[in-house]
């Protein structure tokens, strides 16, 4: 599974779980919409964190690294050791 389908899985199956949210384009807004709430924000953190051993200090928890899905994927990607 590629980042961008493991992060939308994660995404769909964890943080909205019963709301009919089957899919989510790389580019839609996840804050503003209502997908990923303030809680949500935090599991995903810890996900990350934990999945692709990151840590995500405070300075980089900000809208623009976890508003769309494709933000959140440069991020990890930038993160992650080479």
């Known amino acids: 599974m590629d980042l ?3 992060l939308e899985a994660f995404v769909v199956d964890e ?3 019963g709301r009919g ?3 989510i384009a790389p580019d839609d ?3 503003a919409g209502g997908i990923i709430d303030s809680l949500g924000v935090s599991q995903f953190v810890t996900f990350l964190e934990d999945r692709f051993a990151i840590r995500v200090t405070d300075d980089e ?3 623009s690294n976890f ?3 494709a933000a ?3 991020f990890v ?3 992650q050791p080479c």
Request: charged fraction near 25%.
């Open 67 to 69: 508003r769309t899905l």
């Open 77 to 79: 990607g930038c993160e």
């Open 61 to 63: 928890l900000t809208p």
């Open 21 to 23: 949210i089957r899919t």
């Open 15 to 17: 943080l909205a779980p």
């Open 72 to 74: 959140i994927e440069a």
């Open 4 to 6: 961008a389908t493991e």
């Open 29 to 31: 807004d996840v804050l």
